[in-house]
């Protein structure tokens, strides 16, 4: 998810000895292929193509892996691509000489692309694991999952993300206010995926919050997961380095520091209203009930229709209106009856859950 400590996690880590880290070296492939695959399926393109998955209705996560791995890029498309990026915000890992490292002779599936560009631009001379960070590709962790690629998802406060996402610097990293429910689905996405794929052993989640208050300890985790020697305690003591050997300088929405910070969290209390909120909690108590995080407010008396955007909605192929339209707050309050006391039906699991597994696990810390 956005705003959530992917970069944080990406410098910690790429500090390690035997670690290297690149910053969305390829973001525009991933939406290329959802694009194509929207394209196969006559599925019409709503806003992101990288989407939250609630509610949707014309196709299920494994027709999306089968054809990941049936899906070959070829050199034009991979040429268009890269020059798309190069102008593009969301790329952050230039890359150099791509005509000479990356056009394939042959189509070249994305589990080979994503090898290709780690060994290419990564350090890997003196580093045993290699990887990239990305934000909002949840719906690919099957596919990288099937090719054994360890996956790392970091969750944090749905309010505190909301926080970075609106206020300070957020929509500089961003981009435009987009509706509360837009952002509060796709939150819940990453939840989702973890709680599904939580006993695989090529998946770990973690929380923001216990990256940043016992820092070593999360990170021991980690290095556990991957097969590395653990960081030393004295580590990040001169702060942290980028993968270029440069002091990191941070890049929090609301506070300027450097290196840990254990005291960025529960931000939201300062900067977000009780009508906001309120309406956080009330679309994700479910899930930050499972991942404990403590509520403010009592949701059981709580009408959304009532909610009021607290930002100016500015992406204009977004309905504004998203966080309140009736059709989408009885998809919500259908969500919640299920997990309550409804009758359990797989096409509604499947719809409002992602997965039984989710569905489950939801259910019993909802109860």
Known sequence: MSRSGTTLLQNLLSSHYGIDILSQ??????????????????????????????????????QLNSFLEKKRINEVELRRLIHEMEEWSGQKTVLHD????????????????????????????????????EILLEEFIPYFLKYKIKTILIIRDPRDVITSLNEGAGPKYVGKHRPMLFHVRHWRNSVALANTY???????????????????????????????EQFSNDHFKKGILTRDGNSWAGNSSTKAFSGIDKN????????????????????????????????????????????EESYNIE?????????????????????????????????????LFYDEKNFHVLRKSFQ
């Open 264 to 307: 960025n969290t529960d931000k939201y209390k300062e900067f977000l209203d009780e009508n906001t909120i309120k309406y956080v909690e009330f679309m994700c108590e479910p899930e930050m009930l499972k991942m404990k995080y403590k509520l403010n407010t009592n949701t059981s008396d709580y009408n959304p229709l009532t909610f």
């Open 25 to 62: 070296p390829i973001p525009m492939v991933y939406r290329h292929l959802k694009r194509d695959f929207y394209e196969k399926i006559n599925h019409s393109e709503d806003h992101y193509v990288l989407n939250h998955l609630f509610n949707e209705r014309e196709y299920t996560p494994r």
């Open 198 to 228: 939580n006993q695989h052993k090529n998946l770990l989640w973690i929380k923001y919050e216990d990256l940043v208050r016992q820092t070593y300890q999360c990170l021991q985790k980690i290095t556990n997961f991957l097969g590395l």
């Open 315 to 351: 992406i204009n192929n977004l309905n504004p209106r998203m966080s309140t339209d009736k059709y989408e707050i009885d998809l919500e309050l259908a969500r919640r009856k299920l997990l309550l006391n409804g009758e359990v039906n797989k096409q509604k699991i499947f719809d």
């Open 98 to 133: 791509y005509k000479k490292y990356l056009l394939p002779q042959t189509p070249l599936s994305l589990f080979t692309l994503y090898k290709t560009v780690l060994h290419t631009y990564c350090r890997t001379e003196t580093n045993e694991v290699l990887g990239s960070k």
